[in-house]
């Protein structure tokens, strides 16, 4: 699927000359994204700003990782078609219905928007992942720096959206021999994970022995998307932070950094790169 983008009339300056020209740009619009129960109850629990595009993969994804929906407890996801939705905004608005009641968890207490900056900021701390996550075991990846080293030109390659507007993340998913397995663009990075892991959860495919590479830093909530989806390995070509560190390293992730052309830091986990 081609990732949208938007068409726009720009003036590119150069030393003292301007040209007027055609250019496209990341598009980027809310999507609100509402569950319901068996019993008939409806709530909304986020407004994600987000790249049109693989949105029920969005929201099976994003649910995933709060703790909302595991996978096989999603009976049906389509558009929203309830008569207080606009025909206009019907696409934006993603309907998730359950096979079970609505659980009653903290990130479903309040409405709350999520940017395509910061993720779901403030909605999960490490004491509620200590709830709902266990530790990952070890031994079910190894991978050489060799095929580390690799990665980030297969998924720069991979980033058709990213090469028309300069504005978007991405976030692909390798194989232990370093096969590109799936990647999802978006101009939020959460966003392109939660694509990637409803991907998996809609699709049943299991992520254990795989790796989640992406194209900016290591945030607190990638690494919590990542360990909820049972992924070992994350790597970012930026910096991570302190908490995402932290995180990995209670958790039993391997959290790599910084990994551009030969090189990178390995912030924990490094008993899984075979050196």
Known sequence: MTTPTTRAQ???L??????DRRDHLATEEPMEIRVTSPGGERR???ITMRTPGHDFELAAGFLHGEGVAGRGEIRAIGYCTDEDVPTEARYNTVTVALDRPIPDLPALDRHF???????????????A???RCRPLPQGELSITPEILYGMPHRLREAQGGFGKTGGLHAAGLFSADGALVALREDVGRHNAVDKLVGWASLTGADLAGHVLMVSGRASYEIMQKALAAGIPMVCAVSAPSSLAVELAREFGMTLVGFLREERCNVYAGRERIAL
């Open 14 to 19: 150069s030393g003292k000359t301007a040209r």
């Open 113 to 127: 928007v999520t940017s395509s900056a910061c993720g779901v900021c403030g909605s999960a701390s490490l004491d």
């Open 129 to 131: 992942l200590r709830d």
């Open 44 to 46: 909304t629990v986020a």
């Open 10 to 12: 720009i003036t590119v």
